[in-house]
Structure formats: C-alpha cells, structure tokens
C-alpha cells in the first residue's frame, strides 16, 4: 500500500481538462511544500513534469501545472494530448525520507 | 547534455549482493544531491536512498542497514551496494539527480534491473 493515495485511472478527450489528485497527511503533502509529479511512458524512465508543488522544470508544457491545498496535491493537465496518455506518479518529502503514490494511468480516449 | 547511465544489475540468488552503478555526465555528481528509486516489475515508484552534497545519506526503511548509497568523485559516479538482497528487492533501479530544494529527480537515468531469485 502506497502512502500517497493516487485514483488508478483517469481519462479524457482530446483538447480537454483532467485533474488527478494525489492526498497524503500533515507529515508528508501538508506539511511540506515539496510535492512532486512525474510522467512516465511505458518502459520509460520517469519524467519530472512538477515541483515543489507548482514550479514546472524548463521544457515541460505549460498545460502541466500542479497545486495543494491541505493534504491532497493536484496535477492538472489542461488541453490532453494523445502523447500525455502515461502513467502519472507524484511524490512528497516527509522528513528525510520520500513517499510515492501507487500511480494514476491517464488514458485519451 | 545532463545524462545518467546506470549499470550492476543482473541476477542474483537471496541473501546476494550487487553494487549498482551510476555514471553521471553534464553535471559533477558531488556537487548535487542524488538519490536511488526503485521500480518493482508492474509496480509504482519506491524511494530508496538519497545522498547530498555534503555527504549525508538517508534510507528507506525497507533497505536501512542492507543499502548503501556512496559516490566516487573521481569517477563523477553514484553507487549503491545492496546486500543481504531479498526477493521483494526485485525491481529496476534508476538514479537521479535532485532538481529545486526538495527532494524532485531530474533527469533519471535509464535504470538497472535487478532480479532476486533462487
């Protein structure tokens, strides 16, 4: 069992808005403006798409943007595009160690 | 170009070890933080160790006092010697380099697969 609690799937068409929602505790999410989202593509390593909750790394697309409110983070991706289709993992700091979510596979239907 | 390539997996009976390495170019390893993530086959993502600039190093729970994170700065290369291997140590490792100020990886290298079988 994970310790950020991630939905398995979300989905939506092209052009539209999907948001998936990553919660954790006050020990971890809430309490650290640390959070992190990756992107990662079959047999692809993992790609860092968001940090520290809303910053995005030079390169990744501008419809990629991340935020929190209290203990549960979120990642929305505005405009989907066939190639966001991926599985989607975020991450928070918790005190010298690092928790992941079990995952939320993106489908564009 | 910023790019880790990783190496030292393979096959290795319970109670094993391996030393996993990761060649960094682009960037000087000893003057970032680094960490190890684990991926078991059809699973999510597991932190394993991190190790900062200065030296100190952190463990997952699951790996503490089996794992050890080191670099070579000589060779700008990350390690992590796994020992006392158990079959959920199954998983492909990746490294990463540590991107802001709180704990995000990027890039990652290509990963390390590992196999703990009898």
């Known amino acids: 069992q994970s310790a950020l609690t991630q939905p398995p799937s979300a989905s939506g068409s092209p052009g539209q808005s999907v948001t998936i929602s990553c919660t954790g505790t006050s020990s971890d999410v809430g309490g650290y403006n640390y959070v992190s989202w990756y992107q990662q593509h079959p047999g692809k390593a993992p790609k860092l798409m968001i940090y520290?909750?809303?910053k995005r790394p030079s390169g990744v697309p501008d419809r990629f943007s991340g935020s929190k409110s209290g203990n549960t983070a979120s990642l929305t991706v505005s405009g989907l595009q066939v190639e966001d289709e991926a599985d989607y993992y975020c991450s928070s700091y918790a005190g010298n160690k690092q928790v992941f979510g079990g995952g939320t596979k993106l489908t564009v239907l | 170009e910023v790019q880790l390539v990783e190496s030292g997996g393979g096959l290795v009976q319970p109670g094993g070890s391996l030393r996993l390495s990761c060649a960094a170019s682009g960037f000087t390893v000893s003057s970032n933080y680094m960490s190890w993530v684990r991926q078991a086959p059809g699973k999510g993502l597991e932190w394993v160790s991190i190790i900062y600039s200065g030296g100190g190093a952190y463990y997952a729970d699951s790996v503490k006092g089996r794992f050890t994170i080191s670099r070579d700065n000589s060779k700008n290369t990350l390690y992590l010697q796994v020992n006392s291997l158990k079959t959920e140590d199954t998983a492909v490792y990746y490294c990463a380099r540590g991107y802001g100020s709180g704990w995000a990886w990027n890039p990652w290298g290509q990963g390390t697969l590992v196999t703990v079988s009898s």
């Open positions: 520290e909750v809303t």
